[in-house]
Protein backbone atom coordinates (compact mmCIF):
# COMPACT_ATOMS: atom_id res chain seq x y z
CA UNK A 1 0.00 0.00 0.00
CA UNK A 2 2.25 2.97 -1.31
CA UNK A 3 -1.03 5.62 -0.75
CA UNK A 4 -1.39 6.19 2.72
CA UNK A 5 -5.36 6.80 3.32
CA UNK A 6 -8.00 6.97 5.83
CA UNK A 7 -9.80 4.01 5.75
CA UNK A 8 -13.44 6.16 5.03
CA UNK A 9 -11.17 6.60 1.68
CA UNK A 10 -10.23 3.72 1.17
CA UNK A 11 -14.13 2.30 1.34
CA UNK A 12 -14.96 5.37 -1.05
CA UNK A 13 -12.48 4.59 -3.53
CA UNK A 14 -13.24 1.34 -3.75
CA UNK A 15 -17.09 1.32 -3.40
CA UNK A 16 -17.13 3.76 -6.50
CA UNK A 17 -13.88 3.17 -8.07
CA UNK A 18 -14.72 -0.51 -8.92
CA UNK A 19 -18.15 -0.12 -10.86
CA UNK A 20 -16.97 3.42 -12.58
CA UNK A 21 -13.76 1.68 -13.81
CA UNK A 22 -16.25 -1.13 -15.45
CA UNK A 23 -18.68 1.09 -17.02
CA UNK A 24 -16.32 4.01 -17.70
CA UNK A 25 -14.32 1.48 -19.93
CA UNK A 26 -18.01 -0.18 -21.60
CA UNK A 27 -18.68 3.34 -22.45
CA UNK A 28 -15.37 4.07 -24.15
CA UNK A 29 -14.82 0.69 -25.87
CA UNK A 30 -18.60 1.53 -27.36
CA UNK A 31 -17.35 4.78 -28.70
CA UNK A 32 -14.90 3.44 -30.78
CA UNK A 33 -14.96 2.74 -33.91
CA UNK A 34 -15.94 -0.92 -35.36
CA UNK A 35 -13.62 -0.99 -37.76
CA UNK A 36 -10.57 -0.76 -34.89
CA UNK A 37 -11.93 -4.69 -34.05
CA UNK A 38 -10.45 -7.33 -36.10
CA UNK A 39 -11.22 -10.53 -34.13
CA UNK A 40 -8.20 -13.28 -33.97
CA UNK A 41 -9.45 -16.84 -35.84
CA UNK A 42 -11.18 -18.50 -33.02
CA UNK A 43 -9.54 -22.35 -32.77
CA UNK A 44 -11.97 -24.63 -33.75
CA UNK A 45 -11.88 -27.27 -31.29
CA UNK A 46 -12.44 -25.41 -28.32
CA UNK A 47 -16.77 -24.92 -28.32
CA UNK A 48 -16.57 -28.83 -26.72
CA UNK A 49 -14.45 -27.80 -23.96
CA UNK A 50 -16.89 -24.60 -23.12
CA UNK A 51 -19.63 -27.00 -23.15
CA UNK A 52 -18.66 -29.70 -21.59
CA UNK A 53 -16.29 -28.73 -18.94
CA UNK A 54 -17.28 -25.48 -18.39
CA UNK A 55 -21.12 -25.57 -18.97
CA UNK A 56 -21.04 -22.12 -20.56
CA UNK A 57 -24.50 -23.21 -22.24
CA UNK A 58 -26.46 -23.16 -18.23
CA UNK A 59 -24.91 -20.19 -17.09
CA UNK A 60 -23.97 -17.69 -20.17
CA UNK A 61 -27.67 -15.90 -20.63
CA UNK A 62 -27.26 -15.09 -16.89
CA UNK A 63 -24.16 -12.56 -17.75
CA UNK A 64 -25.28 -8.62 -18.54
CA UNK A 65 -24.60 -7.69 -21.49
CA UNK A 66 -23.02 -3.72 -21.04
CA UNK A 67 -22.83 -2.62 -24.65
CA UNK A 68 -26.52 -2.64 -24.61
CA UNK A 69 -26.76 -0.03 -21.76
CA UNK A 70 -25.16 2.82 -23.41
CA UNK A 71 -26.35 4.46 -26.72
CA UNK A 72 -24.57 2.97 -29.71
CA UNK A 73 -23.67 -0.28 -28.17
CA UNK A 74 -24.33 -3.45 -29.59
CA UNK A 75 -26.45 -5.80 -28.15
CA UNK A 76 -24.75 -9.33 -27.73
CA UNK A 77 -27.73 -11.12 -26.15
CA UNK A 78 -29.08 -12.84 -28.96
CA UNK A 79 -28.60 -13.46 -32.85
CA UNK A 80 -31.04 -11.29 -34.61
CA UNK A 81 -30.10 -11.43 -38.09
CA UNK A 82 -28.16 -14.36 -39.72
CA UNK A 83 -26.89 -12.20 -43.02
CA UNK A 84 -23.43 -12.41 -43.28
CA UNK A 85 -22.72 -8.67 -42.33
CA UNK A 86 -24.31 -8.37 -39.09
CA UNK A 87 -22.75 -11.58 -38.24
CA UNK A 88 -19.28 -10.13 -39.25
CA UNK A 89 -20.27 -7.10 -36.86
CA UNK A 90 -21.45 -9.51 -34.22
CA UNK A 91 -17.86 -11.50 -34.71
CA UNK A 92 -16.09 -7.94 -34.27
CA UNK A 93 -18.36 -6.82 -31.05
CA UNK A 94 -17.09 -9.97 -29.69
CA UNK A 95 -13.49 -8.91 -29.85
CA UNK A 96 -14.48 -5.22 -28.51
CA UNK A 97 -16.31 -6.81 -25.71
CA UNK A 98 -13.05 -9.17 -24.67
CA UNK A 99 -10.61 -6.47 -25.10
CA UNK A 100 -13.10 -4.16 -22.95
CA UNK A 101 -12.80 -6.99 -19.92
CA UNK A 102 -8.71 -7.39 -20.88
CA UNK A 103 -8.82 -3.61 -19.91
CA UNK A 104 -10.30 -3.60 -17.22
CA UNK A 105 -8.12 -6.17 -15.75
CA UNK A 106 -5.05 -4.87 -16.55
CA UNK A 107 -5.92 -1.31 -14.12
CA UNK A 108 -6.79 -3.01 -11.71
CA UNK A 109 -3.49 -2.72 -10.49
CA UNK A 110 -4.79 1.28 -9.59
CA UNK A 111 -6.39 -0.09 -6.87
CA UNK A 112 -3.37 -1.61 -5.27
CA UNK A 113 -1.74 1.47 -4.56
CA UNK A 114 -4.23 2.46 -1.90
CA UNK A 115 -5.39 -1.00 -0.86
CA UNK A 116 -3.59 -2.91 1.74
CA UNK A 117 -2.46 -6.35 0.83
CA UNK A 118 -5.09 -8.49 2.01
CA UNK A 119 -7.88 -6.08 0.25
CA UNK A 120 -5.76 -6.39 -3.25
CA UNK A 121 -6.61 -10.27 -3.04
CA UNK A 122 -9.92 -8.95 -2.50
CA UNK A 123 -10.35 -6.67 -5.25
CA UNK A 124 -8.38 -9.09 -7.73
CA UNK A 125 -10.77 -11.89 -7.02
CA UNK A 126 -13.82 -9.91 -7.68
CA UNK A 127 -11.94 -8.13 -11.09
CA UNK A 128 -11.67 -12.40 -12.51
CA UNK A 129 -15.07 -13.03 -10.79
CA UNK A 130 -16.79 -10.15 -12.57
CA UNK A 131 -15.06 -10.61 -15.72
CA UNK A 132 -13.46 -13.63 -16.86
CA UNK A 133 -16.97 -15.59 -17.16
CA UNK A 134 -17.34 -12.68 -19.63
CA UNK A 135 -14.34 -12.94 -21.21
CA UNK A 136 -15.41 -16.92 -21.95
CA UNK A 137 -18.58 -16.22 -22.62
CA UNK A 138 -17.65 -13.60 -25.88
CA UNK A 139 -15.15 -16.19 -26.75
CA UNK A 140 -17.62 -18.73 -26.80
CA UNK A 141 -19.72 -16.90 -28.61
CA UNK A 142 -17.00 -15.86 -31.76
CA UNK A 143 -16.00 -19.32 -32.27
CA UNK A 144 -20.08 -20.13 -32.50
CA UNK A 145 -20.20 -17.15 -34.90
CA UNK A 146 -17.36 -18.03 -36.83
CA UNK A 147 -18.69 -21.44 -37.78
CA UNK A 148 -22.13 -19.88 -38.79
CA UNK A 149 -20.17 -16.97 -41.08
CA UNK A 150 -18.61 -20.05 -42.62
CA UNK A 151 -21.29 -22.09 -43.38
CA UNK A 152 -23.02 -18.80 -44.56
CA UNK A 153 -20.73 -17.77 -47.08
CA UNK A 154 -20.31 -21.37 -48.64
Known amino acids: MPIELPVPWVIALNALGLPALQLGCAWIFTRLPAAWFHPPLPKTARSRVYERFLGIKRWKDRLPDGASWFKGGFAKASLRQRDPQHLARFLRET ?33 LAANLPCILVLRYNRQRLSRVLRSSEC
Open 95 to 127: WRGELCHWTVLALIPVFFLWNPRWADLVIAAYA
